[in-house]
């Protein structure tokens, strides 16, 4: 077991900076992380890296949390989304006991500032009207993490995670309940989770518990220390050379673009056969978050599709323009290269009538 250690947050912000650029996964422009440390300690996870100690050792748990997010959002827009991902989860067994999450969702309820929960665990049902509450005001998401439908799989992968089954469930219920949902395919990591046959399960699975989304990215290997632990997990699970990962790696923290073109391209046609939407559909955001953030995000959005489906020059446009857009320098003779143009141009029209500052 974990051992918790109480503490107060003396310096520094409980938000992250806000992102020079808008997350295309999270919708988000901060991160909040609200448990430092993460008891279920899934071993592929990048976090180990940020400390010399176990990563599921020891929980600090931040007292004063609530109180000062609740100063801090006073200089955030209204219209930024806040994602609590970061390094742990926010519904680890330390939640139980002390509801900081709980706290944290309050004050974002009471400032009805929008919000995405990225979780494995089924506590979060626990919090259904807080987040029913900011979905109401502005948006709430809830996200989970699944890497594979096979309980087996899952085990030696996540062994303290709920079962997959289980997470699907509460995605459902939370759907039912009317707060959108998605799924986050993190990390994809190649001869484990990776082959058609796995993506094609896992992704039926969403398309019948009827999730609002998907997402995906690639294992992150960051340093050594990492790779090592990386090819001690490959090694219980099978019989992986480390050669395998040294020729889709070649030395550096992402995986090759060839890789990821291939195995994008399967995910997106497969998400289009099913009717699932790869990354946040425009009409769960439409309307519920800045203009110029809302933009920013159908530009990356499409700029990712177009990516995939060899459409490069189109895409490199519309990242660009979500850049521009989320700084408030949109490049207009630019703009007018997108076939997005009609629909950013009346979603920017709204931000002259006035800004989300509290």
Not at 66 to 93: K, N
Not at 116 to 132: C, H, I
Not at 296 to 313: C, S
Request: a neutral charge.
């Amino acid at each position: 077991m974990a051992q918790y250690l109480r503490d107060y947050l003396t310096d520094g912000s409980v938000l992250s900076a806000r992102r020079p650029t808008i997350n295309e996964f999270f919708l988000s422009s901060y991160t909040l992380s609200i448990y430092t440390g993460c008891e279920i300690g899934c071993p592929y996870c990048d976090s180990w890296v940020y400390s010399d100690r176990p990563l599921n050792e020891t929980i600090r748990i931040p007292l004063d949390l609530p109180q000062r997010l609740a100063a801090e959002l006073e200089t955030v827009d209204r219209g930024d989304l806040v994602a609590i991902t970061a390094l742990s989860d926010p519904y680890q067994p330390a939640e139980q006991t002390y509801r900081i999450t709980r706290q944290a969702l309050q004050v974002l309820a009471e400032r009805g500032q929008p919000c995405l929960v990225l979780t494995k665990s089924a506590a979060v049902l626990e919090d259904l009207s807080l987040l029913q509450r900011i979905n109401e005001q502005s948006l709430a998401i809830v996200m989970t993490t699944l890497l594979t439908v096979d309980q087996r799989l899952a085990e030696r992968l996540e062994g303290k995670a709920p079962p997959p089954a289980l997470r699907l469930e509460m995605l459902a219920e939370l759907r039912r309940a009317g707060v959108p949902v998605g799924v986050a395919i993190v990390p994809v990591m190649p001869y484990v989770n990776d082959t058609d046959g796995s993506l094609r399960s896992l992704l039926r699975a969403c398309a019948e518990a009827q999730v609002d989304f998907v997402i995906w990215d690639y294992l992150h290997i960051p340093n050594e220390r990492h790779r090592a632990r990386v090819h001690e997990l490959l090694a219980r699970l099978g019989t992986y050379p480390a050669s395998y990962y040294r020729d889709l790696y070649r030395g550096q923290p992402v995986v090759s673009a060839l890789y990821r073109q291939d195995r994008d391209r399967e995910l997106l046609s497969r998400c289009d056969g099913l009717g699932l939407e790869a990354r946040a559909p425009h009409r769960l955001y439409a309307g519920r978050i800045a203009p110029r953030n809302e933009a920013a995000l159908l530009l990356k959005h499409a700029a990712f599709r177009d990516r995939v489906q060899g459409r490069e020059r189109v895409a490199a446009l519309q990242r660009e323009l979500a850049e521009q857009v989320y700084a408030g320098t949109p490049d207009e003779r630019a703009m007018r290269e997108s076939p997005l143009y009609p629909v950013v141009q009346e979603i920017l029209r709204r931000e002259s009538g006035g800004g989300n500052k509290g």
